[in-house]
């Protein structure tokens, strides 16, 4: 579907060369991972190599990718670029707003009328700018890029952070916040720290129970939550070449939930029969060419300790099926202890929802091996303890599954088929119960399952794993059945055991659809008009920031001294907040209210210094706005830590706050303030936190000759007339100097565009 052949083609014609020239500069074999990084460098080879972990590079994606939340704000401020179309080939993907509620047909209705303006604004933008749109109900992002997009040794970055999903099929994808798809689609570098490699060898072959979820299982119970940070895996060996493409997805997917930077796997034949089966031949073709370079060198993969930084074996023949859970996906017990662990821990033994599909786990291989445990259960004249929900991650899936008549199987056992869309696993679900506090049990095939995340439930404890496992779960409605051992008794009172899971790798008739739900944008866009409601309240078209007029700041009110950990959900919370998104004014309603003032140790409460009085942080931003009074936040370590989230950033710069003054910032966020024309700045004495006073007033007094590595000096006049004298130093180069006198980097690309 309207993938850009002539891209792939130009990415496959630059291998060869920097290939070679890389394997010159690090003077030994390489690793996939470095292949592709060093492919899609921005600008020339460098002089010597990157250091994992250290450098920050530049990179040049091949493709953007975006969902319906995160995509208002990303393309409100690509519309002021002055770009006539997206620099690199991008795609809008609506399903995230959709809500579960009483199957396909009826929610998705429900939807299309609740975010009927937000759909049209992105329909309507996505045409004028040459970005292809998927329509509510067309599917879930990653299934949908997997099955159109993604190709090997390519590189993407995606406004999700399951965006990783693609390394299934040989590329480098990477979830970012909308501020970096924005740089992407307006031509501009994307900078990464380098990462750290971690090779994850597969040896055997996975049999019985054991699907290539489990792989991905394990490696979190492995490597937790927090393992991944920085890395990107790799796998290889002969077990990765014998797991299916999407098979491969499914482990990339979850390889967000150790932290991890991206997952990917060499190019090989399942690769290309997957690319055969969705229809293009043409890359498989062009992969084929090429393919010496779409994988890691043999030496790396021979001895993978001389080459990654971490090593990890896992042999597949001997992989027990995992279920993860509850409260965090790291948690991995193996099916043959788990009766054990949910006795021993008390966890609500009874099962009441098993849940299966989701971008993580919804292929033709999933479902059919899903409907092989369904079938049986009929077979076998069991009745079905649980609730069954079914979410598919696409409508070529679907229309697929059901023409073979996996759907009818799900059917039979009572199975209710749900939008394609995220649906439960964002917490689009309105799950019928009448005590939303109740303790309870769900297993789904999903990646995150963290508190409240399915239902908004804090009890609610919901386990990961395979959606063999977890049909095989829901037929028995206990969290302590064990499908290999453990028998059921049926209708007729008879004991009956399940038996293997069979299924299908890729459809034998072949993938088919009626309607994908896929907009082509319009050749020339010039003539659109992107219309937005000026009383709406879900969406809002942006304004430039104001340039700096070269001045000093001077006669700044400090808004908050925060205390202690600053978040991005600090600054702007998610939560209800999430339906602002795309409306930058009502979003700001929420900035720093969850800040705690240094002065008083609550959050949301800040002295106005107008009145005297205390009030909520957004309102009294909003007085010192109207007043035409600038303002100061200041910060104490890590400040912006959390999210990629520009709002964070946007929200302040919008309100009217002109500087960031922190002990030290969350990298993502210095940048995101930067960008936004902001002044982050940062004590030059850490101690000089301690300076600052609630009834300042804080000026720049050199900041005219604001330049790289210069340290600024701040005056700090005290309620008793008294005067500090600080210095704060920043690490703005000459370019990011440039977006703060232009008022932010969109405005210099603008003025550049021009
Ligand atoms: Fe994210 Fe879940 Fe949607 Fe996948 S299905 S994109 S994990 S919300």
Redesign the pocket.
Known sequence: MAFDIDMIRGVYARYEKKVEETRKLLNRPLTLTEKILYTHLSGEMPESAFERGKSYVDFAPDRVAM?DATAQMALLQFMQAGRDKAAVPSTVHC??LILAKDGALADLKGALNMNKEVFDFLSSVSNKYGIGFWKPGAG???QVVLENYAFPGGMMIGT???TV?AGGLGMVAIGVGGADAVDVMAGMPWELKFPKLIGVKLTGKLNGWTSAKDVILKVAGILTVKGGTGCILEYFGEGAKSLSATGKGTIC?MG?EIGATTSTFGYDESMAEYLIGTERADVAELANQVKEHLTGDDEVYANPEKYFDQVIEINLSELEPHINGPFTPDRATPLSQFAEEVKKNNWPKELEVGLIG???NSSYEDISRAASVARQAVDKKLKTKAEFTI?P?SEKVRYTVERDGFLNDFDKIGGVVLAN???P??GQWARHTNDPNRANSIITS???NFAKRNDGNPNTHAFVASPEIVTAFAIAGDLTFNPITDTLVNENGEQVKLDEPAGIQMPPKGFDVKDAGYQAPAKDGSSIEVVVDPKSERLQLLSPFEPWDGNNITGLKLLIKAKGKCTTDHISMAGPWLRFRGHLDNISNNMLTGAINYFNDKSDSVKNQLTGEYGVVPQVQRDYKANGIGSIVVGDHNYGEGSSREHAAMEPRHLGVRVVLVKSFARIHETNLKKQGMLALTFENEADYDKIQEDDVISLIDLESFAPDIPVTIELLHADGSKDFIKAVHTYNQQQIEWFRAGSALNLIKLQNA
């Open positions: 969902q399903d995230h879930i992002i990653h999700d952070s399951h999903n997917n967000a989701s971008c993580t979410t991650g869309a995220c649906g696993c964002i999903f990646n995150r």
